[in-house]
């Protein structure tokens, strides 16, 4: 009997899911040239790219445009799954027996805001500050 108790609390017990949702919108018409990145691997356009872990996760998202003029439009997402107070000690030892998966999500959607140019004096005064130009 007591050995059956403990194989239904493995066994029912639940667990959490982390998971990162960015949505890739569809290259607008003017952009002959678009390219998306999502945790290092490119993506295609439109999709909903989806990672899941029992873990909390971090992902980066990166997507470019450039129009039929040369104007480059840029988005830059960083989403990580917030660890939720009932996912930490001391009140983890109770809901690690409830008997269902708790999901922990963060979502984002990528949306591309123009790029100012810098002009080239502003950008070699830059460099030359960062050390990567000659004095």
Do not use: K
């Not at 290259?27 to 439109?46: E, K, N, Q, Y």
């Amino acid at each position: 009997m007591r050995s059956a108790a403990v194989a239904a609390v493995v066994l029912l017990s639940g667990c959490v899911e982390h998971r990162v949702e960015v949505a890739v919108p569809a290259p607008p018409a003017d952009a002959p040239m678009s390219a998306a990145m999502v945790g290092g691997r490119s993506a295609s356009a439109p999709s909903t790219v989806t990672t899941r872990s029992a873990l909390p996760v971090a992902l980066d998202a990166d997507l470019v445009e450039r129009d039929g003029d040369g104007r480059i439009r840029r988005a830059v997402v960083r989403l990580a799954t917030p660890t939720p107070w009932w996912q930490r000690f001391p009140a983890d030892l109770a809901t690690d027996l409830t008997p269902w998966t708790q999901p922990v999500t963060a979502t984002a959607a990528l949306v591309a805001v123009p790029v100012e140019p810098v002009p080239l004096a502003d950008l070699t005064a830059a460099a030359r500050t960062a050390g990567y130009a000659r004095p």
